[in-house]
């Protein structure tokens, strides 16, 4: 991800927070960071792609109705999972998509 995608995507976080009323801490005690470091994010200081960048922005994408496609073709480790686990094939897709679906059951309230 590039840094001027970086930064947009911690611009957008920041604006669903503030049109959802998410506080800092919250994302925080979701994502095990601190207050300070989601504050970093969110203001797009010296962000980076890293993990905690998106935990954050995944934690707060899903106030705005889910995690939209480009979310998930640039996170890596996901990408990653599906090449190492995946097939190939039409069936093992399928497959795939319905443990990944029943996972949301873990998904916060």
């Known amino acids: 991800m ?5 930064k947009a995507r911690a611009a957008n976080a920041r604006r669903i927070c503030l049109a ?6 919250d994302i925080a005690a979701h994502v ?3 207050q300070s470091q989601v504050s970093r994010i ?7 792609a890293s993990r905690l960048f998106e935990e954050v922005c995944l ?7 889910g995690v939209g496609a480009d979310a998930v073709r640039s996170n890596r480790e996901l990408i990653e999972a599906l090449q ?7 069936s ?5 998509a319905a443990v990944i679906r029943s996972l949301a059951i873990l998904k916060p309230a």
């Not at 934690?59 to 109705?65: D, I, L, M, N, T």
Request: aromatic residues 8%; charged residues 25%.
């Open 2 to 6: 590039i840094e001027s995608e970086v």
């Open 20 to 25: 959802h009323g998410i506080a800092q801490a």
């Open 32 to 34: 095990g960071a601190s």
């Open 42 to 48: 969110l203001k797009g200081e010296g962000v980076r």
């Open 59 to 65: 934690f707060v994408e899903r106030f705005e109705g």
């Open 84 to 90: 190492t686990t995946w097939d190939g094939s039409a």
């Open 92 to 96: 093992h897709a399928k497959a795939l």
